[in-house]
């Protein structure tokens, strides 16, 4: 069948130059961004109960712009001036320079890693002295703890914002040739939303290995998967499986 629709469980790319809407207007598909997931913050109440002091800490791990936002929310609500001595340790360029909305760049001690959390090891490793506090959403991935864990350094892990089903019932009679999911979240948001979903015709685009493992899980077929050496992006991915199917 061939593909002229595709919903995206993620909110709508904010610059005009995204691979999504090149991709749109090469293959002359429809592409709508819908959140199947959202992040709420949790109260400065919330994170006391933690035994968080933000005092006790020199510095920050930071591996999501949300984990930015929220460390300075809990930051303000608790009255805590974060101090000009604090380390950053920050898991990407991405999260570093989405930092300078709080902080004035180059007078701060920032790290940055290149993109996973394991490629940031030895910056954490050189500084094995700091107190490091990582702020994480309520789902934070097992190979974070573990390699801390293995670094040996002195480190908390606290929740300052978890990830929340959205509601999709609006959705209930509206049907995409294509459903695209980044995570095992929006895998549970769409059994929660529709617990008797039937794939039918319908194709399943997945990223990364846990959220194939979740679609798996979960029975469904998947029929487009990224990364791979070949489609190392989402867009790459669908680009190509559309060429394949609507040129038949």
Not at 153 to 167: G, L
Not at 172 to 184: A, H, T
Request: glycine share 2%.
């Amino acid at each position: 069948m061939k593909v002229k629709t595709i919903l995206v469980s993620q909110p709508k790319p904010k610059v005009e130059n995204s691979p999504y809407f090149e991709l749109e207007q090469r293959q002359r598909v429809k592409i709508d961004f819908i959140p199947f997931i959202h992040v709420e913050g949790v109260s400065s109440k919330e994170v006391r109960l933690q035994k968080i002091d933000l005092n006790d800490y020199t510095a920050i791990i930071l591996t999501s712009r949300n984990a930015v936002d929220h460390f300075f929310r809990i930051a303000e609500e608790m009255r805590f001036k974060v101090p000009d001595s604090m380390k950053y340790f920050c898991q990407s360029e991405a999260v570093a320079f989405y930092l300078q909305k709080y902080v004035v760049y180059r007078k701060r001690k920032i790290y940055v890693g290149k993109r996973t959390f394991v490629e940031m090891t030895p910056l954490i490793k050189k500084h094995k002295n700091e107190k490091f506090l990582l702020p994480s959403s309520d789902k934070l991935k097992d190979i974070i703890p573990q390699t801390l864990d293995e670094l040996g350094v002195n480190w908390k892990k606290s929740t300052f914002y978890k990830t929340v089903v959205s509601d999709l019932s609006n959705l209930e009679n509206v049907f995409y040739d294509i459903l695209v999911f980044f995570s095992p979240s929006g895998i549970e948001s769409l059994l929660h939303n529709f617990p008797n979903f039937k794939q039918n015709n319908t194709r399943i685009a997945v990223f990364g290995n846990t959220t194939i493992k979740a679609a798996e899980k979960a029975g469904l077929k998947i029929n487009i998967q990224a990364p791979t050496p070949q489609t190392p992006s989402m867009t790459m991915a669908l680009e190509k499986y559309i060429k394949e199917v609507n040129k038949k």
